[in-house]
């Protein structure tokens, strides 16, 4: 099983509530930073001015649908030790919508979601459809332990905005 951080629509991170203790007191961090001690736990919202809140984790098929947004959203070289695991699809904007560049979204889509062996190109299909003078419709389609996952995005090549559509597997929406 696949575990990781749940992050938004927009990338962000997505907090649990505030942690209380048997009592149900909300529990709070103090903050120790340049003091070189550590956080304690206080009950006390004027000791401690940061709410605990735990990270909430996404598992199995919608951690998957996860990665291949946050995928499809970065730009290189966005994350450091991963320098090449976005999709770069700004990189369209401006070009005009001929099959040469619903070709290279295409490959970048493939490149970013196949790097770090992430998926294997086996199990991907990727299809790059124009819609309008100016906007490209991408369909990728998963195939993983019998069940296929479809994920659609648009990109305006004129604008750069990006519209993505319900991801299905197995005849059930995760977004």
Known sequence: ?????????????????QARDADETPL??????????R????????????????LQIV????????LVRARLMTENP????????GADLSDLIGKRNTP???????SMIIRALTYD??????????????????TLLFDIKILRRGNVYR???TLSLLLGITHFYAFYGSGRSFY
Do not use: C, N
């Not at 206080?42 to 940061?50: N, R």
């Not at 294997?120 to 459809?129: K, P, Q, Y």
């Open 78 to 85: 966005d994350w450091l030790l991963y320098p090449k695991v």
């Open 28 to 37: 709070y961090y103090t903050r120790a930073m340049g003091t070189g001690e």
């Open 117 to 134: 062996a992430a998926f294997s190109e086996r199990e991907l299909t990727v299809e790059a459809i124009p819609v309008s003078r100016e």
């Open 100 to 106: 040469m560049t619903a070709e290279e979204g295409r």
């Open 59 to 66: 598992s199995g098929e919608s951690s998957m649908l996860q």
């Open 1 to 17: 099983m696949i575990y990781d951080l749940k992050l938004d629509a927009d990338g962000d991170l997505i907090l649990g509530d």
């Open 151 to 153: 994920y659609a995005l």
């Open 39 to 54: 956080p304690q736990l206080t009950t006390d919202p004027e000791i401690g001015s940061v709410p605990v809140r735990p």
